[in-house]
């Protein structure tokens, strides 16, 4: 908004188009501003800590990823990351429209917590987890569905966390926490 008014400003004050010119365009482009308003709380974009846990974008812009770790990043495409069958440490991956799809069956966790962001605008997250894997999932999509292994839930702005049993006795453990703007989360 605020550049909006320093734009208004400086054609005002180089004689450019008149104020019923700017009003006329205004009135006549304001479904634009709908759109960028939708899209903003379809996002998500929230402050850090308003739903209780970090998201992708909060710990990308926190820190540039640790050495090693994953990253992929992408504003337009589908994101298909098959993760190492051992040394995985966690990461981020996140697209703006497309999907993420991560292939976690084979791989082995060593000792210790790790952390797997996973964040798409509009478009689905699919995780495949190895068998007896020890997770934590928390999701929270804004239009759509969750389904982690056999929980569901469905429409708007749902979240869900699911924790196998005996998580926090393992000594390998890997923590999800994905969001979705539009679109479906699943883990299996």
Same mark, same amino acid.
């Given at each position: 908004?605020?550049?909006?008014?320093?734009?208004?400003?400086? !054609? %005002?004050?180089?004689?450019?188009?008149?104020?019923?010119? @700017?009003?006329?365009?205004?009135?006549?482009?304001?479904?634009?501003?709908?759109?960028? /308003?939708? !899209? #903003? /709380?379809?996002?998500?974009?929230?402050?850090?800590?308003?739903?209780?846990?970090?998201?992708?974008?909060?710990?990308?812009?926190?820190?540039?990823?640790?050495?090693?770790?994953? #990253?992929?990043?992408? !504003?337009?495409?589908?994101?298909? =990351?098959?993760?190492?069958? +051992?040394?995985?440490?966690?990461?981020?991956?996140?697209?703006?429209?497309?999907?993420? =799809?991560?292939?976690?069956? +084979?791989?082995?966790?060593?000792?210790?917590?790790?952390?797997? #962001?996973?964040?798409?605008?509009?478009?689905?997250? &699919?995780?495949?987890?190895?068998?007896?894997?020890?997770?934590?999932? +928390?999701? &929270?999509?804004? !239009?759509?569905?969750?389904? =982690?292994?056999?929980?569901? *839930?469905?429409?708007?702005? +749902? $979240?869900? *966390?699911?924790?196998?049993?005996?998580?926090? $006795? *393992?000594?390998?453990? %890997? /923590?999800? @926490?994905?969001?979705?703007?539009?679109?479906?989360?699943?883990?299996?």
């Amino acid at each position: 908004m605020g550049l909006v008014l320093i734009v208004i400003g400086f !054609l %005002l004050l180089f004689d450019g188009p008149s104020l019923f010119d @700017i009003i006329r365009w205004i009135f006549h482009f304001w479904p634009v501003g709908l759109i960028a /308003l939708g !899209l #903003y /709380l379809v996002m998500g974009h929230r402050r850090p800590g308003g739903s209780g846990y970090e998201t992708p974008s909060d710990i990308a812009a926190a820190a540039p990823p640790v050495e090693g770790s994953l #990253y992929r990043d992408s !504003l337009v495409g589908d994101l298909r =990351v098959k993760l190492p069958v +051992q040394g995985f440490n966690g990461g981020v991956v996140k697209t703006l429209v497309g999907s993420v =799809v991560i292939d976690a069956s +084979q791989t082995v966790l060593e000792p210790g917590e790790h952390r797997l #962001y996973l964040r798409s605008g509009m478009g689905d997250v &699919h995780l495949d987890l190895m068998p007896g894997m020890a997770v934590k999932v +928390q999701a &929270h999509v804004g !239009l759509g569905d969750i389904k =982690v292994f056999d929980q569901k *839930a469905a429409g708007f702005n +749902q $979240e869900m *966390a699911y924790q196998t049993p005996r998580y926090d $006795e *393992a000594s390998a453990r %890997l /923590l999800v @926490i994905t969001r979705v703007g539009l679109g479906d989360i699943k883990v299996f």
